[in-house]
């Protein structure tokens, strides 16, 4: 019994040697740090499985709608650039100062507008009557008769 007892000493005090460094078993996420993100990014992208996992087919979707959100806004931002409307944009001519200083896009007053209008004012209504729950039964009886 001491030697079983002596043993298990050694081994929790170090005795036996030390256990190895651990090593990463997770793939790094590879995405680019020096731009934005693209469709193709998305589509690349590979998450790893960890041991409580995730549901592949919710993660699929949500990454398929991104990629396609990315696509669509990506199709915008240059058809807007070809006509010239984002021209005034820090991603197309790159001036932060201009694009700091406040003024609508050209062909944004209108949206501009509708975010600097009020929210209209709450409703308020005086309660004129007081309705007691005993009073429920024949209420909902004169309704049900007003039905029939």
Known sequence: MALVVGGAAVVALGGGGTLPEAEH????????????LSRTDV??????????????DE??????????ELSLRDARIAELEAVGVVSGSVAASGDVAAAASGEPLPGL???TAVLEKEPPAPVVTEVTEVVSDEDAPQRDAERKGDRA
Do not use: H, I, K, T
């Open 25 to 36: 078993d997770r793939l790094a996420v590879r995405l680019p740090q020096d731009r934005a």
């Open 59 to 68: 993660v699929d979707d949500v990454l398929d709608r991104l990629g396609a």
């Open 109 to 111: 007053e209108s949206f």
């Open 43 to 56: 589509d690349e992208l590979r998450l790893p499985m960890a041991l409580r996992g995730y549901r592949m």
